[in-house]
T-cell receptor, first 112, second 113 residues
């Protein structure tokens, strides 16, 4: 069974510092990997989708890498801002139904 | 409204009652999903659907029923609500030619007393 792990569970950084969020998965046979952001009491917002054939994907200050062979993905957020404070979730898509298997998330606090 | 919507946003019900959570998407995505989110358990898949009239169980389907008569709607019914079904429920949709990227609704917070 696919297991997705996110370490650390929580992270606090001063404004301006770069954020590095880690995601690991046990079965490398994935279709794609998706990163989400969730604000308290809100739904999930899709940040980036990395297809299994890609090594990385970028959107603005966000960059996500994927290494299928080692079962890892990393989300980098450059020059963090207090508005980046949220929980970040990664999820793998492991079948043709597109079902997501989620990690538990990393709670990020960016202090002014 | 464009996108994916859920109703109601908040619901309080009593143990044993039947309750239906609604999900509607305007993109005509083939795939739709129901998740529940609980502290300590994260997000878990309840049911999913690949098209109208095609549904299957996820990780935690017991006590829930789904139907999908139209592509845009995917209601989730709790047949006889229990306190353990107190949770936040999220609906999502995706399409294969979008790389299965899932888009989530705002959620329904359900409390069973």
């Amino acid at each position: 069974k696919q297991e997705v792990t996110q370490i650390p569970a929580a992270l606090s950084v001063p404004e301006g510092e770069n954020l590095v969020l880690n995601c690991s998965f046990t079965d490398s046979a994935i279709y794609n990997l998706q990163w989400f952001r969730q604000d308290p009491g809100k739904g999930l917002t899709s940040l980036l989708l990395i297809q299994s054939s890609q090594r990385e994907q970028t959107s603005g200050r966000l960059n996500a890498s994927l290494d299928k062979s080692s079962g890892r993905s990393t989300l980098y957020i450059a020059a963090s801002q207090p508005g980046d404070s949220a929980t970040y979730l990664c999820a793998v898509i492991a079948d043709s139904w597109g079902k997501l298997q989620f990690g538990a998330g990393t709670q990020v606090v960016v202090t002014p | 409204d464009a996108g994916i919507t859920q109703s109601p946003r908040y619901k309080i019900t009593e143990t044993g009652r039947q309750v239906t959570l609604m999900c509607h998407q305007t993109w005509s995505h083939s795939y739709m999903f129901w998740y529940r989110q609980d502290l300590g358990h994260g997000l878990r898949l309840i049911y999913y659907s690949a098209a109208a009239d095609i549904t299957d169980k996820g990780e935690v389907p017991d006590g829930y029923v789904v139907s999908r008569s139209k592509t845009e709607n995917f209601p989730l019914t709790l047949e006889s609500a229990t306190r353990s079904q107190t949770s936040v429920y999220f609906c999502a949709s995706s399409e294969w030619d979008l790389g299965y990227e899932q888009y989530f609704g705002p959620g329904t917070r359900l409390t069973v007393t």
